[in-house]
């Protein structure tokens, strides 16, 4: 359904307030669950319905309001894919950062909205940057999947601590 139609049909439904539903291991099931107007929208593509994937939209920063943050999280890769390109191209600053930072608060992002951005960012290394050079590009991305999977709590969600260790022996291996 397209954008226009998606609007249309969320005009139609009721005003009441609506809570950001998600499957179990949705990005939005492992964030504070936040009452949000039917109103609201992505930031970066401007609909409130969930993406082609089905997921709804997330807001895991110090944002505030009925409408600043949010964002799907497919929209948060993309933004944070086209700002890395852009810095890669030319040929200064962080890449990691738009990966980790909202552009609106500056805060970074937190618990599973950060576990999400930073394996998307190790794609993002592994797909445009092959080979062994690309070790310690990978290091950012690592450290931030440790402290994501510390803030979400490891001794709550244990699946976590495989990841954690996979995470951590990939970073000794990207420094040898």
């Not at 309001?65 to 999280?73: M, Q, R, V, W």
């Not at 950060?114 to 993002?124: P, R, V």
Request: some cysteine.
């Amino acid at each position: 359904m397209g954008k226009k139609s998606r609007k249309a049909t969320r005009q139609k439904e009721s005003s009441a307030p609506h809570v950001a539903a998600a499957a179990p291991g949705d990005t939005a099931s492992n964030t504070a669950s936040e009452s949000r107007p039917p109103s609201t929208e992505c930031w970066i593509c401007l609909d409130g319905d969930p993406d082609d994937e089905g997921k709804s939209i997330v807001r895991d920063c110090s944002c505030r309001g009925d409408d600043a943050g949010f964002a799907h999280l497919s929209c948060l890769v993309s933004y944070a894919d086209s700002k890395s390109r852009d810095l890669v191209d030319a040929g200064e600053g962080d890449i990691s950062e738009s990966w980790r930072v909202c552009p609106h608060c500056r805060q970074n992002y937190q618990r599973q909205v950060a576990l999400d951005m930073a394996k998307s960012l190790l794609s993002f290394i592994d797909k445009n940057y092959p080979g062994p050079g690309s070790g310690l590009r990978k290091l950012e991305g690592f450290v931030m999947i440790i402290k994501a999977i510390f803030v979400i709590d490891y001794r709550i969600h244990p699946e976590l601590i495989e990841e954690g260790k996979r995470a951590a022996s990939q970073m000794i291996s990207a420094i040898q």
